[in-house]
């Protein structure tokens, strides 16, 4: 199951962040939830590589960092040396199916 768009759709009075993925699933993450994944993200940064004289976690905190201000995420999977994952493959198409990337919300 990936990703396949996410928009930000009014339901009711308000706008939500809504994750489709490619089986039909919809997801509106509450904040907690976005706060727990970030955090179990960092958690496993530092599992994966213990004993280092720097933090391993310092990498995803500032690649999310820099695009919660907005900065092109392909542009960041570029510099954090990113490209080769599978995963990066499915990224153009997310992003153009998101309409949250036409609507200009941070230029």
Same mark, same amino acid.
């Given at each position: 199951?990936?990703?396949?768009?996410? $928009?930000?759709?009014?339901?009711?009075?308000?706008?939500?962040?809504?994750?489709?993925?490619?089986?039909? $699933?919809?997801?509106?993450?509450?904040?907690?939830?976005?706060?727990?994944?970030?955090?179990?993200?960092?958690?496993?940064?530092?599992?994966?590589?213990?004993?280092?004289?720097?933090?391993?976690?310092?990498?995803?905190?500032?690649?999310?960092?820099?695009?919660?201000?907005?900065?092109?995420?392909?542009?960041?999977?570029?510099?954090?040396?990113? $490209?080769?994952?599978?995963?990066?493959?499915?990224?153009?198409?997310?992003?153009?199916?998101?309409? $949250?990337?036409?609507?200009?919300?941070?230029?």
């Amino acid at each position: 199951m990936f990703i396949e768009k996410v $928009t930000n759709e009014k339901l009711e009075e308000k706008f939500w962040t809504h994750v489709y993925f490619d089986n039909g $699933t919809l997801w509106i993450p509450a904040l907690w939830e976005q706060g727990f994944i970030g955090q179990q993200v960092v958690l496993c940064e530092r599992i994966k590589y213990p004993g280092l004289k720097w933090d391993p976690a310092d990498m995803p905190k500032e690649f999310i960092r820099r695009a919660m201000n907005g900065e092109n995420i392909e542009a960041l999977c570029v510099e954090f040396k990113l $490209t080769t994952q599978s995963s990066f493959k499915r990224l153009p198409s997310v992003i153009k199916k998101s309409r $949250t990337a036409r609507m200009g919300l941070f230029q």
